[in-house]
């Protein structure tokens, strides 16, 4: 904790709010200068691991609340707000942000109720998206869930006693403390259907089209329902969802996430990851996991004290339509923003299905990305019948790369591919894939010249 640089302003003006104390008092309180406690409080000093200590014999401060209590859901949650093209000429670059958090917490924290309140840009919305509310949240907490990762820690802890598969292991433990049975039925007999759970017959049904890691997933999920209840239902009921499907869909991530932390425990799966450089293809053979998976897994890694490094993940269709984007503690524009460029190969993925796409890119606020994507293809698909077919694309800062098996033979200083943030907020000038002038600049046509990209706006 002491090596870690934690901001924490917000929530310790929080704190001493809350207990009715200047300044003065609560620095006195905690052996330091109110001048000290004012820089702490403006986020201009990081929270000492003595310090938080502190706090918490003081005033039984949680921790937590430092990921949980942020105005807005955090920097990175206000930069995708004001990504909309709404404000597309404001031009609020990371520091005016930062300084904004700092300076007045509550005016950002009003700021995001009230735009999540109208809906974004439009009018106020009569239905609200239950998928945008759950990824809110989920951002909120950076993908990181560590009441969830701990009980999933002690129980395949627990499992690895009995049996090396986990798979046998959890059907064992759902038979035996559970009175649940697993049958594994043909096609014929669940059409349409993966996983059914029967209540009357005591059983978890999974369909034959499963592979072995889809089919360990899905028990650790059901185990999940039942042995990590209560902790999902204290993540649920904190989300505060007035809708229905939002909450659901939210008890879903939860009951993945835990799934996922049980074939992969946190400390072992860590482990494994900085002694192969995060080899994807070879966590995938020795936690018997799918490609997406590990990925996911990836972008979780933030336990204090034991963090990995801050992936970012984004899946798309072959129409670009993200339906899965982590950006966990990267706060990667590349899975905050809601277009994305062509020129970034998560695209080109589809060309080589299975095959590992490797790619140094550098966006226009100045970082640098080195980024990977490979197609999945969902479970339960048939010879002859329409499937679907995913690219899942990862990616890390350039900066903190180096580890990584994919980046060897890669200069992570040199040459990186300019790319954008889809059209609409991209303002690099003459790129010949653009397709549409950036939000807020005027489209300009010139009869008599033509440049390299066939769209020229104001200010190019």
């Not at 704190?15 to 006195?28: D, H, K, N, S, Y």
């Not at 999945?376 to 990862?394: M, S």
Request: hydrophobic share 45%; net charge positive.
């Amino acid at each position: 904790m002491a090596e870690q640089k934690l901001f924490a302003g917000y929530a310790v003006r929080r704190v001493r709010r809350r207990a009715g104390l200047t300044q003065a008092a609560m620095a006195e309180m905690l052996a330091i200068s109110p001048s000290y406690l004012n820089l702490l409080e403006r986020n201009q000093r990081p929270l000492s691991a003595g310090l938080l200590v502190r706090l918490a014999e003081q005033f039984d401060f949680d921790a937590r609340s430092l990921a949980a209590g942020e105005p807005g859901g955090g920097e990175a949650a206000l930069r995708r707000r004001l990504a909309d093209p709404l404000f597309g000429d404001l031009e609020v670059d990371r520091t005016e942000l930062t300084e904004w958090l700092a300076a007045a917490p509550g005016g950002a924290e009003a700021f995001a109720r009230a735009y999540d309140r109208l809906g974004g840009a439009g009018p106020v919305a009569d239905i609200r998206d239950p998928v945008a509310d759950v990824r809110r949240e989920i951002e909120r907490w950076r993908n990181h869930f560590a009441d969830l990762d701990a009980a999933a820690e002690a129980l395949a802890d627990e499992l690895r006693l009995g049996a090396g598969d986990l798979y046998g292991a959890i059907a064992e433990r759902l038979r035996v403390k559970h009175q649940l049975t697993i049958r594994v039925l043909p096609v014929e007999v669940m059409p349409g259907v993966l996983r059914r759970l029967d209540l009357h017959a005591r059983q978890l049904q999974i369909s034959e089209l499963l592979d072995p890691a889809s089919r360990a997933f899905a028990v650790a999920v059901q185990l999940g329902q039942i042995e990590a209840r209560q902790e999902v239902d204290a993540l649920v009921k904190g989300g505060g969802f007035a809708d229905r499907a939002a909450e659901r869909l939210y008890r879903r991530h939860l009951l993945g996430y835990f799934a996922a932390a049980l074939m992969m425990p946190y400390a072992r799966f860590l482990r494994a990851c900085e002694a192969t450089g995060y080899d994807i293809e070879l966590l995938q053979r020795r936690f018997g996991a799918g490609f997406e998976q590990v990925a996911h897994r990836l972008t979780t890694l933030q336990r204090v004290g034991a963090r990995g490094l801050p992936f970012f993940m984004v899946r798309i269709d072959r129409a670009g339509q993200a339906s899965k984007r982590f950006s966990g503690a990267s706060s990667a524009p590349l899975a905050e923003a809601e277009g994305r460029c062509p020129l970034w190969r998560l695209h080109m993925a589809f060309e080589r299905p299975g095959a590992l796409t490797v790619q140094l890119v550098a966006l226009e606020d100045g970082s640098r990305w080195l980024t990977m994507a490979r197609t999945v293809t969902p479970q339960g698909r048939r010879y002859g019948a329409t499937g679907a077919e995913f690219a899942v694309g990862l990616g890390v800062a350039a900066s903190l790369a180096a580890p990584l098996a994919i980046a060897r033979g890669i200069n992570l200083a040199g040459e990186a591919t300019p790319i954008g943030l889809g059209c609409r907020q991209c303002l690099r000038a003459a790129c010949p894939q653009r397709s549409a002038a950036p939000t807020g600049r005027a489209l300009i046509v010139d009869e008599l010249e033509r440049g390299l990209s066939p769209i020229r706006f104001a200010g190019d």
